[in-house]
């Protein structure tokens, strides 16, 4: 889980971004997943709970590409998922100017698309790649995605990419691991370490945003902190649902 180099981005919008970020994700209201002992986060960034301000997708952004910049500057392939990653994924592919594809859960059938079956938290499907094909010649291919729980997802696509076309998944870079062991199941099932912004604790009521993967991120974690303890928020009422700020 690879620290970005400070130089890459400006110290002070770096602060402003992980604090935007550590605002949406900190302090969510948790569902439990009937079955299973995984929560589920009501946020902004995936779930729209607060609905999902620019701002926010603009921060996320920067700070993917300033993670996984090695990785988008050598790919040829932007691809994540359609449930709750394509907006985010479009909001990467502003900066990293790649084209985008899209696995879904429906979509139209088409002979030379890959597709797998899913089995995750709260769902078994069908994952569908739109915007790759199995016949196709070799690409470098970057995945994103938002949050990963168990990895079930995650898993699925690599495999599927890795099996059933010429790719190469040269990274994958996310936004927070939730801590149900997603993160680990990649690396040893896919053999792909995943670059993160966040770590969270999705184990109690409410959500935890516990460590930040950038240059002092224990440092920075506890300034916002310490600027939320006495200022307050500035960008998400999560205890209400509502937006505070928008820019």
């Given amino acids: 889980m690879s620290q970005l180099d400070s130089n890459t981005y400006d110290t002070r919008h770096l602060r402003q971004d992980a604090h935007i970020l550590y605002e949406a994700l900190h302090d969510c209201e948790m569902t439990s997943v009937a079955?299973?002992?995984?929560?589920?986060?009501?946020?902004?960034?995936?779930?729209?709970?607060?609905?999902?301000p620019r701002y926010l997708l603009?921060?996320?952004?920067?700070?993917?590409?300033?993670?996984?910049?090695?990785?988008?500057?050598?790919?040829?392939?932007?691809?994540?998922e359609e449930d709750r990653g394509a907006i985010l994924a479009a909001a990467v592919q502003n900066r990293v100017n790649l084209p985008l594809a899209i696995s879904r859960w429906v979509t139209q059938p088409k002979e030379d698309r890959p597709?797998?079956?899913?089995?995750?938290?709260?769902?078994?499907?069908?994952?569908?790649?739109?915007?790759?094909?199995?016949?196709?010649?070799?690409?470098?291919?970057?995945?994103?995605?938002?949050?990963?729980?168990?990895?079930?997802?995650?898993?699925?696509?690599?495999?599927?990419?890795?099996e059933q076309?010429?790719?190469?998944?040269?990274?994958?870079?996310?936004?927070?691991?939730?801590?149900?062991?997603?993160?680990?199941?990649?690396?040893r099932e896919?053999?792909?370490?995943?670059?993160?912004?966040?770590?969270?604790?999705?184990?109690g009521v409410r959500s935890v945003v516990t460590q930040l993967y950038l240059p002092d991120g224990d440092m920075l974690?506890?300034?916002?902190?310490t600027e939320i303890r006495r200022k307050g928020r500035r960008f998400f009422d999560n205890r209400h649902q509502r937006l505070i700020r928008e820019r």
């Fill in 58 to 80: 603009k921060a996320v952004a920067r700070l993917m590409h300033a993670v996984g910049r090695d990785i988008f500057e050598s790919a040829d392939l932007l691809s994540s």
């Fill in 165 to 187: 076309t010429r790719h190469e998944i040269l990274g994958v870079v996310l936004v927070a691991d939730k801590g149900s062991g997603g993160a680990e199941r990649l690396e």
């Fill in 221 to 225: 974690l506890r300034d916002i902190q």
């Fill in 35 to 52: 079955g299973t002992p995984h929560n589920f986060v009501w946020n902004s960034l995936t779930e729209q709970t607060p609905p999902t």
């Fill in 190 to 203: 896919i053999g792909i370490q995943p670059r993160l912004i966040a770590q969270m604790d999705c184990t």
């Fill in 115 to 162: 597709s797998i079956p899913l089995t995750m938290e709260y769902a078994n499907a069908q994952l569908h790649f739109d915007g790759m094909t199995t016949r196709e010649p070799t690409k470098k291919v970057a995945i994103v995605d938002d949050l990963i729980s168990t990895g079930g997802t995650m898993v699925a696509q690599c495999r599927a990419i890795r």
